[in-house]
């Protein structure tokens, strides 16, 4: 036990220090996966995207693999601008062997916040957006009323 104990020791701030560095790298690709929308930059937005990506938008009929939301995002990219977000808030997560992770953010956006969550996968020694859903975080006090406007539709 004391053997385990000590290697624990020696072990942790080892891992600490590569995930670390794994949030350093995770928080620069979705700030620059953002920024490359902004910039109406179409291959580094999709480049960032694993091939068998999917990508969940605020609308219910919205869940797209990469190549239906490339389809879809094109006309976008073609004008000069898709869309801005800026992350005013992230929490990244790892798998203990650190060959995934998760990440939930707050999005400022023109008319509001939105939120963001989604995994990352780690290949070759690249990370890459496997799955993302962006979603508009309701207040609990004005849930009904949202509601009923879905209903209304």
């Keep these: 036990m004391k053997i385990k104990f000590i290697f624990l020791i ?37 480049d960032a995207i694993a091939e068998d990506g999917i990508y969940i938008g605020t609308d219910a009929s919205e869940i797209w693999t990469k190549q239906e939301f490339f389809e879809w995002a094109k006309p976008y990219f ?15 997560y790892f798998s203990d062997d650190l060959s995934f ?17 989604g995994v990352l996968t780690k290949k070759d020694g690249n990370w890459k957006l496997k799955h993302y859903v962006l979603s508009l975080p309701v207040p609990n006090e ?11 539709k």
């Design 10 to 46: 020696i072990l942790l701030p080892s891992l600490v220090s590569s995930q670390e560095k794994e949030k350093t790298e995770i928080n620069r690709i979705l700030d620059t996966w953002h920024q490359a929308a902004a910039n109406a930059d179409q291959k580094t937005y999709f």
């Design 78 to 92: 073609e004008k000069g601008k898709a869309w801005s977000f800026t992350a005013i808030k992230r929490n990244i």
């Design 101 to 117: 992770s998760w990440f939930d953010e707050l999005l400022q956006f023109t008319d509001g916040v939105f939120r963001g969550s």
């Design 142 to 152: 004005k849930f009904k009323s949202v509601m009923e406007v879905i209903q209304a």
